[in-house]
């Protein structure tokens, strides 16, 4: 009944992870050692080979140059390292692809892409990737942004100072890094672009997303707190869950503007109800729908009844309903929640005078009060 409006709401979901799906570089760090050892310990040879074995092997015929291996500590934050593993290891992720990369890493840098390896490695490398030979980009990217938010924040942040931007603003900016050159640089350039407020309700999302095994349904909160820029308003339920309708489903910045100017209870009220669809399903979440949909009209029960019955199946559906419980009565529409549960389980798919009469045999008593309001 609902589930339009969930979706239109969490549309833009897949965008706010850390990473995205594309197959370009970036979103998953750096991945150096299969043992899990950190950018400290990594010590590469001058001149390497990596033999089929996966192992390093000095060869000692050249030595290095600037135009193919980075110096040392040339590499000043985490961010630079990151980038600098993911152009090493393109489509081709192995135990020490990166392992140059590290090499070349400053001292104060280390630490923070350090924890971004280790969590990389384990989590990924030698987790949710491994099945891959190579592990991909898509998958590499997915998994460091939904499993190593902290590591991935962490490594964005280091050396950067707060920006100006609402958190809202990191979701459109993130999508456009997908063709960048310099995916993960970008990535970080969006995330240092937003406020301190921004970036906690940006961790707040991330750190939900993680905690539900890469889910985003079950942060409907967090996105829309930033999808909002943490605002609130004066309208009702009712009226944010229209103007999110009549938004593009991609159009992130107009459901966020939506939804900021709801009133803390509107907000509240759509966050139970998206609850709801989320863990019980629409057809389970008529009293929440109701309370969303702000009974104020004049249209009685029988009216309202009908006008539900009317709604066609498909993706408009959910708005339909909507718009009939918001032109009921308060009384007609809290007669016509205690009908319904009754006619779905007792009357499902009846039509016309089948209903009326199966209403009157299966649900005489909610019947009789719904006639009369």
Request: one cysteine or more.
């Amino acid at each position: 009944m609902m589930r339009q409006v969930v979706v239109l709401v969490l549309a833009s979901l897949g965008l706010v992870a850390c990473g995205s799906t594309s197959n370009g570089g970036g979103g998953g760090g750096t991945y150096y050692g299969l043992d899990g050892t950190s950018l400290g310990d990594v010590s590469t040879p001058t001149d390497a080979t990596v033999g089929a074995d996966g192992a390093l092997t000095d060869t000692g015929t050249k030595a290095d140059v600037a135009a193919d291996v980075p110096q040392p500590a040339t590499l000043k934050t985490c961010i630079a390292a990151s980038q600098c593993a993911i152009d090493a290891c393109k489509a081709n992720w192995t135990a020490t692809c990166g392992a140059t990369c590290a090499n070349a890493t400053a001292t104060d840098a280390a630490p923070t892409a350090a924890a971004l390896l280790d969590c990389s490695v384990k989590k990924c490398l030698q987790g949710k990737c491994a099945g891959a030979t190579p592990p991909t980009q898509k998958c590499m990217d997915d998994c460091a942004a939904s499993d190593c938010p902290n590591e991935l924040i962490g490594c964005w942040e280091q050396g950067a100072t707060p920006g100006t931007k609402g958190c809202s603003t990191i979701l459109g900016c993130l999508t456009g890094c997908d063709n960048a050159a310099e995916r993960f640089t970008c990535q970080a350039a969006c995330y240092n672009a937003i406020d301190k407020a921004s970036e906690t309700q940006f961790k707040a999302l991330s750190a939900c997303v993680n905690a539900n095994g890469g889910k985003t349904e079950p942060c409907a909160k967090e996105s829309l707190s930033c999808l909002a820029d943490g605002k609130t308003g004066s309208g009702s339920c009712y009226d944010v869950q229209d103007c999110i309708g009549k938004c593009a489903s991609a159009d992130t910045t107009c459901q966020g503007a939506c939804y900021g100017n709801g009133s803390g209870t509107a907000q509240t009220q759509l966050l139970a109800l998206l609850d709801c669809v989320n863990t019980s399903g629409a057809d389970k979440c008529l009293a929440p729908t109701i309370t969303c949909a702000t009974p104020t009209g004049s249209t009685g029960c029988v009216d309202t009844a009908t006008c539900v019955g009317a709604c066609a199946a498909g993706a408009t559906q959910s708005a339909c309903i909507m718009n009939c419980l918001h032109k009921a009565t308060s009384g007609g529409a809290e007669a016509f929640a205690k009908l319904a549960p009754c006619m779905q389980k007792n009357c499902a798919g009846c039509t016309g005078s089948a209903c009326q009469s199966c209403a009157g045999s299966k649900c005489l008593s909610d019947a009789l009060n719904c006639n009369s309001n």
